[in-house]
């Protein structure tokens, strides 16, 4: 059974910090590239940072560069969202994606939220 479970959201204060985990199971985790989404109510799902299947390649979404920093480990089948400078437009809710070829899996994402 495949599982993505992400942890680590939480209320923060603007300026702040966070930093997600996702602990992937139920697939070889280290042939499937990595990604973080957000949502929020208003907009779609977009992408926030991806990182290919052995690290060697990272990609982020305008917005978050230079605040954002994806990382993961195969040997703990985990990634992770390291999250500084945090703003309130940053508040929404946090997926995790595995993804190869056509196959892609979420996890159930968990809560972010930058608030005085």
């Known amino acids: 059974q495949v599982r993505l479970v992400e942890s680590g959201g939480g209320l923060v204060q603007p300026g702040g910090s966070l930093r997600l985990s996702c602990a992937a199971s139920?697939?070889?985790?280290?042939?499937?590239?990595m990604s973080w989404y957000h949502q929020t109510p208003r907009k779609e799902r977009e992408l926030v940072a991806s990182?290919?299947?052995?690290?060697?390649?990272?990609t982020y979404a305008e917005s978050v560069k230079g605040r954002f920093s994806i990382s993961r480990d195969n040997d703990k089948n985990t990634v992770y969202l390291q999250m500084n400078s945090l703003t309130p437009e940053d508040t929404a809710v946090y997926y995790c994606?595995?993804?190869?070829?056509?196959?892609?899996?979420w996890g159930q994402g968990t809560q972010v939220t930058v608030s005085s």
């Open positions: 990182i290919s299947n052995i690290g060697s390649s990272l």
């Open positions: 139920g697939f070889t985790f280290s042939d499937y590239h």
């Open positions: 994606s595995a993804f190869r070829r056509s196959t892609r899996y």
